[in-house]
C-alpha cells in the first residue's frame, strides 16, 4: 500500500512565524507533489503543485521537494490567524497514474 | 468562471434508500475524480472519468457504488441501499488534462439514519 505520512499536529507557531509542513511519502515512482490546504467543513484547496526537485515559491508558501529522501514540505511565511487550518499533502503515483493519494494532514494553528 | 460544483450539498438518507451526488466539473474540464472523506480520516480516491469512460475504478467499493460521466451533464456517483457507514463528505475534483492538478468542488456531504 503506497502511503503518504504527515504528522497530524497540531502545530502552533506565532502570527508572523514560518511555519514548516513535511511530508514523506513510499512510492519512489512518484511524479508530482501537490499542497492542499483545507478549512474545517470545507473543501481543499490547492495551494502549491511541485514536480522537480529543489524550492518552488509563490508569495508566502514555499514547497520544497526531495526525490532521494522522499520528502516534500511546505513552508509558510510570515503566518496568519488565517493560514490555521489543516495541510494536506498529496502525492501522485508515476505515469500513468492519475488519482491523489493523501496524507491524512497536518492541522495548523497560528495564534496572534 | 464558475469552480466545480456539486449538488446537493448535503443528502440525508435512511438506511436502504439510494443516494445520487451530482458533479459538473469547470469549464473546459472533461477529466472528473471523485474522493471521499469519512470523519476523521484523510480523502480517499474512489474512481476517475473521462467523458463516457470509467479510467480508474480502483478506489471504488465493489458493491453497491457505481459512477458515470454522460456526454451530457454532470458526473453522477450513485451508493445504492446506503448503510451508516457510507456517512461521509464526497469531493469531486476535475481538471483540464491527465496531468494538470486537481481542482476540488464544495463536496456533499451524506448522512445516513
Known amino acids: 500500500q503506497k502511503e503518504v505520512e504527515q504528522n497530524s499536529g497540531p502545530l502552533s507557531v506565532p502570527e508572523g512565524a514560518i511555519a514548516s509542513l513535511n511530508c514523506t511519502y513510499s512510492?519512489?515512482?512518484?511524479?508530482?507533489f501537490f499542497w492542499y490546504r483545507q478549512y474545517s467543513g470545507k473543501s481543499p484547496e490547492l495551494i502549491m503543485s511541485i514536480y522537480s526537485n529543489g524550492d518552488k515559491e509563490d508569495g508566502r508558501f514555499t514547497a520544497q521537494l526531495n526525490k532521494a529522501s522522499q520528502y516534500v514540505s511546505l513552508l509558510i511565511r510570515d503566518s496568519q490567524p488565517s493560514d490555521s487550518a489543516t495541510y494536506l499533502c498529496a502525492v501522485k503515483e508515476g505515469k500513468g497514474f492519475q488519482k491523489l493519494v493523501f496524507g491524512t494532514g497536518t492541522r495548523l494553528l497560528v495564534s496572534p | 468562471n464558475a469552480g466545480v460544483m456539486q449538488n446537493p450539498r448535503h443528502l440525508v438518507r435512511r438506511r436502504g434508500q439510494e443516494a445520487r451526488l451530482r458533479c459538473s466539473p469547470m469549464?473546459?474540464?472533461?477529466?472528473v475524480y471523485w474522493y471521499r472523506q469519512l470523519p476523521e480520516e484523510g480523502l480517499k480516491f474512489m474512481v476517475y472519468?473521462?467523458?463516457?469512460?470509467?479510467?480508474?475504478e480502483s478506489g471504488m467499493p465493489k458493491e453497491r457504488f457505481s459512477a458515470e460521466f454522460p456526454k451530457e451533464g454532470p458526473s453522477i456517483l450513485r451508493i445504492q441501499q446506503v448503510v451508516r457507514g457510507d456517512s461521509a463528505a464526497y469531493f469531486c475534483a476535475s481538471s483540464p488534462n491527465r496531468d494538470y492538478e486537481q481542482y476540488f468542488g464544495p463536496g456533499t456531504r451524506l448522512t445516513v439514519t
Open positions: 469549464k473546459g474540464h472533461s477529466h
Open positions: 472519468l473521462q467523458k463516457e469512460n470509467i479510467i480508474d
Open positions: 512510492d519512489r515512482g512518484s511524479q508530482s
